[in-house]
Nanobody
Framework: QVQLVESGGGLVQAGGSLRLSCSAS????????MGWFRQTPGKERECVAA????????YYADSVKGRFTISRDNAKNTVYLQMNSLKPEDTAVYYC?????????????????WGRGTQVTVSS
């Protein structure tokens, strides 16, 4: 069992930056693929970034490439999402998720554990 807790969300002006953190419980954190998803009302949950256990394989949604960076510290059981050059359309609830596997996936149904989410609001 893995418990995930996100932090770092908030209100920021367009062009600004935020760093989300996701702290995971459990000793097997390093064996999980970690992903960051976001969701707005009426829309499906979208994967914005994901990373395998070693950090050697990553996925980024086209909408965030060059602006967002996912990273992880397996010693601290933490995954991060650095978000730069934020746009109003990045406004969403951001969720951290963990998948028992080795291949990076962007599909929400592949992930086994989810955090409760953190709100990110970007004002214009």
């Amino acid at each position: 069992q893995v418990q995930l807790v996100e932090s770092g969300g908030g209100l920021v002006q367009a062009g600004g930056s935020l760093r989300l953190s996701c702290s995971a419980s459990g000793r097997t954190f390093r064996s999980y693929v970690m992903g960051w998803f976001r969701q707005t009302p009426g829309k499906e949950r979208e994967c914005v970034a994901a990373m395998n256990w070693s950090g050697g394989s990553t996925y980024y949604a086209d909408s965030v490439k060059g602006r967002f960076t996912i990273s992880r510290d397996n010693a601290k059981n933490t995954v991060y999402l650095q978000m730069n050059s934020l746009k109003p359309e990045d406004t969403a609830v951001y969720y951290c998720a963990a998948e028992r596997g080795y291949s990076v996936s962007r599909e929400a149904e592949e992930y086994d554990y989810w955090g409760r989410g953190t709100q990110v609001t970007v004002s214009s």
